[in-house]
């Protein structure tokens, strides 16, 4: 059984970092698509960064200030997040496996984590 477990998140001022991990288990996910989304309240999840044949991709609304990175060895897929602002507040989900392609998606993922909130103080 596939699982994505995330973790890292927090509550953090404005201008701070925070670096959130999220574990696979059940299957090797090396050659697949990983990426974060993000969803606030009242808000559609939302595309944030994703990992796919070794180039990544951003949204405009993160791009600079995060990072998306995997280790392969260790099956997981982090999110440094720096610079932080109050409109970052969300639920952040790690999601995997995009069998079409279209990385920006959401409903093309096959497998989603729980979820971690991350919350930004003005």
């Known amino acids: 059984q596939v699982q994505l477990v995330e973790s890292g998140g927090g509550l953090v001022q404005t201008g701070g970092s925070l670096r959130l991990s999220c574990a696979a288990s059940?299957?090797?996910?090396?050659?697949?698509?990983m990426a974060w989304f993000r969803q606030a309240p009242g808000k559609e999840r939302e595309f944030v960064a994703a990992?796919?044949?070794?180039?990544?991709y951003y949204a405009d609304s993160v791009k600079g200030r995060f990072t998306i990175s995997r280790d392969n060895a260790k099956n997981t897929v982090s999110l440094q997040m720096n610079n932080l602002r109050p409109e970052d507040t969300a639920v952040y989900y790690c999601?995997?496996?995009?069998?079409?392609?279209?990385?920006?998606?959401?409903?093309?993922?096959?497998?989603w984590g729980q979820g971690t909130q991350v919350t930004v103080s003005s």
């Open positions: 059940g299957r090797t996910f090396s050659s697949y698509v």
């Open positions: 990992w796919s044949g070794g180039r990544t």
């Open positions: 999601a995997a496996e995009n069998p079409s392609g279209r990385i920006y998606q959401r409903n093309d993922y096959n497998y």
